[in-house]
């Protein structure tokens, strides 16, 4: 790794360091061509290194404009990746009726030079969060999961349901069957159309939330985050040794599910109990055994018999966004992607190549 010294150089040669910021679109990043490999690396690097308080990340702040909307700024810096920046994300599912063909989760980064603060990047984060949290619930699996489950339940089958169980065979390689359940049925037809040619295990279209919780040994979940949960999976559906992990906070199951579990972790407890207080947890969060990460990195046990309730809760963290755009920023300098955009002068200058 280059020092620090070094690395401003080499992006001082590329870039000019307060008279302009780099421009990336989603397509650029995606030209990048960072791999899936490299961001679920990253995500857990990023997840260990917040737990080990490597990092400032404050927990997210937010905007609710309509109902079961959210709008969160979520900043972070990682000193040892020299990586700063700012995530404006949002999530609006009835977006889904008037842009049928444009994710309801929106986000894009304001990437940071670290020792001067001025802005390098804006750059689209939109597929950077359709990927990083699947990663994230990839990394609870790995650590948490039964690594011989041979049967996986996706809750919700858009845009994180899809990316989901295109990634989860990495840590789950003897899956079987996938079991899908939407309460939008088209959906569920998609998911399968699209990633079934993409995964060894046979993709199944479950009759139910029912079949999902009673034949699943690990299921994810991502539906939409209602302020007034109505939980569709009942206790009695849910076994011990069942690994339970999800990006849409208590969205799911009934609360006595989080309650009895035997290993409740969450990405960020600071983050989560920010929530509590906006009324994401009416019931109240359960008994907290870790974050996420410090069970990745190790400092805490994850699952130690087959036997254990586990549940893995994460709503998603800056430093994942953060350690990510990094990475695609170095490389859109290294390829020469994206517009470089006048910070002062009239945007009708040109400022450099
Ligand atoms: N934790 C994180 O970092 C993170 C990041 C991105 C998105 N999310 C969350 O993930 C969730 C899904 O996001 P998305 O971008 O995939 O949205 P999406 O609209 O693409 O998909 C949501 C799917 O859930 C289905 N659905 C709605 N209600 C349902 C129910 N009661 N039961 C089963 N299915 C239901 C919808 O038909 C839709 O197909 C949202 O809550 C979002 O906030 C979390």
Redesign the pocket.
């Known amino acids: 790794m280059m020092t620090n010294n070094e690395y401003r150089n080499w992006v001082k040669e590329r870039l000019n360091i307060g008279e302009e910021l780099l421009y990336l679109s989603m397509q650029d990043v995606k030209d990048t061509q960072i791999s899936v490999e490299e961001i679920l690396n990253l995500t857990e690097k990023a997840m260990i290194a917040y737990s080990e308080r490597k990092s400032e990340m404050p927990a997210k702040i937010g905007l609710h404009s309509q109902p079961d909307s959210?709008m969160h700024a979520m900043p972070a810096y990682l000193p040892d990746e020299l990586a700063c920046g700012i995530k404006w994300?949002s999530?609006f599912?009835t977006n889904?009726e008037r842009y049928p063909d444009i994710?309801?989760?929106n986000c894009q980064i304001i990437y940071n030079d670290h020792e001067t603060g001025m802005p390098l990047s804006f750059l689209d984060a939109t597929w950077i969060?359709?990927v990083?949290?699947p990663a994230?619930s990839l990394v609870a699996a790995k650590h948490l999961a039964n690594p011989e489950a041979k049967t996986f339940g996706m809750?919700?089958?858009?845009?994180?349901?899809k990316a989901h169980v295109k990634m989860i065979e990495r840590v789950l390689p003897k899956l079987e069957k996938i079991y899908v359940?939407?309460?939008?049925e088209p959906?569920m037809d998609k998911l399968i159309e699209i990633c079934q040619p993409l995964v060894n295990a046979t993709i199944v279209k479950a009759a139910s939330?029912e079949q999902v919780a009673k034949q699943c040994e690990v299921i994810a979940s991502?539906?939409?985050?209602h302020h007034n949960p109505n939980p569709?999976v009942k206790d009695e559906w849910i076994s011990k040794g069942q690994t339970l992990i999800m990006?849409?906070c208590h969205?799911?199951y009934e609360d006595s599910v989080y309650k009895r579990a035997d290993i409740y972790t969450l990405d960020s407890i600071e983050q989560h109990k920010v929530l509590e207080t906006y009324g994401y947890y009416p019931w109240g969060l359960p008994e907290i055994y870790a974050e996420t990460g410090a069970v990745a990195g190790g400092l805490k046990q994850g699952r130690t018999n087959k036997d254990q309730l586990i549940i893995s809760n994460?709503?998603?963290m800056a430093v994942e966004d953060i350690i990510v755009a990094k990475s695609v920023f170095d490389r859109a300098l290294e390829h020469n992607l994206g517009i470089k955009i006048p910070l002062w002068k009239s945007t009708k200058t040109k400022v450099s190549n």
């Open positions: 959210l994300g999530n599912p889904r994710t309801p989760t969060t359709e990083r949290t994230v809750f919700g089958c858009g845009i994180q349901g359940y939407d309460v939008f959906a939330y991502a539906i939409p985050i569709v990006c849409d969205s799911v994460n709503v998603g």
